[in-house]
């Protein structure tokens, strides 16, 4: 057997990012393996607050519209993300959610195919992205067209409007060849939209080299906005001048402050804005991005692979019991490992109450996300150890560890 725990120990010893933890308010007694769902707190976050509300906010009043600069922050929090996805600075734009982003350019890529009206997309991809899709279907707009990923080339005929695709998949962490199937879409006359929620910070994406029309992403996962930061929004920048959104607020208006009474769109990116950004939560975002900006996408992904790469060696040495259904290759999945295990919401309650954090995807998933900011190894072998533990002692048949609660 391995001695996984001294394997640790060195691989941390050698990690060139092993003092960005600091940079984050974490109990050094919690194997945080939740980044994917719920990026960890920046320490500097609180202070940025702090003075946003009581300097910018309780001081500053509406003067800091210009003053603090609040009226540039989804732009300059966009350019800051852009080197991270691919994009160029004018590209990518922090606003709303996810949910709502993609609401926005899955309406601007019909209205760009007129005559098509179907949005491909696959079956599992992550609810809101289908449910997004179905409220343009009630309204009479799309249809929408499902393929498993195998299938995706074959069901891309001259109906599809749209191939609206997660890079990452949330349960299993399958990487889409990007470049592939932008490729493939484009050659069948349909634009792409990129889901890059468990990509941004964690992954190589780059939309540019792509050839990618529109993209979306998360804030709050490896970014590490906080709960329910602003997401973003990319369109590339040929498309910016056709490009129409449907939520036609003043924010997006080529000029908010003239209040005239017809809606003329802003000619760039911010036409994608709708209405006042969230200025408290946008700051809190910016400290997250400068974080990731810092350290760089490279180091990140060299880092995200070696942590999964030992989690996944040692599990299947530890605990071989339970199948892995990421890809073995670390090229081909995300920052992530899952596991099935028929009572996997139970080992996630028993492995909680040992503050190792990961966690439960219905049905039957044990995921396991390494934000690697700040995931050090001696996480991943501790999420190992407790796992064979609470498997050989029995511990999660213990009932408190199947009530479910209201997040999952
Ligand atoms: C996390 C996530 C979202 C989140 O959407 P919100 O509207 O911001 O809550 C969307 N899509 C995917 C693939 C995600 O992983």
């Known amino acids: 057997m391995t001695d996984w725990a001294a394997e640790a120990a060195r691989l941390d010893a050698a990690d060139s990012l092993a003092k960005w933890r600091n940079e984050f308010l974490l109990d050094e007694s919690v194997a945080y393996l939740d980044g994917n769902s719920l990026g960890a707190l920046p320490r500097a976050t609180s202070a940025r607050i702090e003075d ?18 609040w009226i540039d922050l989804p732009g300059r929090i966009g350019a800051k993300i852009a080197p991270l996805i691919g994009a160029r600075p004018e590209e990518v734009i922090a606003c709303d959610s996810v949910s709502v982003n993609l609401f926005k350019l899955i309406s601007a890529a019909l209205a760009m195919r007129p005559g098509r009206k179907v949005v491909l997309s696959e079956p599992g991809n992550f609810p809101t992205d289908l449910y997004m899709i179905d409220g343009l279907v009630q309204q009479g707009l799309a249809e929408q067209r499902l393929a498993d990923r195998a299938e995706i080339e074959d069901a891309l005929d001259d109906d599809v409007a ?9 349960k299993t962490g399958e990487v889409f060849d990007m470049q592939r199937l932008t490729e493939a879409a484009h050659e069948a006359g349909a634009l792409v939209l990129w889901d890059l929620s468990h990509s941004t910070g964690a992954v190589h994406v780059d939309l540019e080299e792509a050839g990618a029309d529109f993209a979306v992403g998360c804030g709050y996962k490896y970014l590490n906005g906080g709960p329910g930061a602003p997401a973003f929004a990319y369109a590339a920048f040929r498309h910016q001048e056709v490009l129409q959104q449907p939520l036609s607020g003043w924010m997006g208006h080529k000029s908010p402050f003239t209040f005239v009474d017809h809606y003329e769109p802003a000619p760039g990116i911010e036409k994608m804005l709708a209405g006042t950004p969230p200025i408290v939560s946008m700051s809190a975002l910016e400290v997250g991005v400068d974080l990731i900006a810092a350290i760089g996408v490279d180091a990140l992904v060299t880092k995200s692979r070696a942590l999964s790469e030992f989690t996944r060696a040692a599990m299947a040495e530890v605990v071989p019991e339970l199948p892995c259904v990421s890809p073995e290759d670390p090229a081909a999945r995300g920052s992530q490992l899952s596991y099935r295990h028929d009572h996997a919401y139970e080992l996630c309650q028993a492995l ?20 690697p900011a700040y995931v050090r190894f001696a996480d991943c072998w501790r999420v190992v150890s407790e796992l064979r533990d609470i498997l050989d002692s029995g511990e999660w048949r213990r009932p408190e560890y199947a009530a479910r609660a209201a997040v999952t």
Do not use: Q
């Open 162 to 170: 749209l191939l609206l695709l997660t890079h990452v998949h949330y």
């Open 352 to 371: 909680i109450a040992r503050k190792v954090i990961g966690d439960f995807r219905a049905p039957d998933l044990l995921r396991l996300g390494f934000a």
């Open 52 to 69: 946003v509300i009581r300097r910018e906010w309780g001081e500053g009043l509406v003067t800091s519209w210009n003053a603090a600069g």
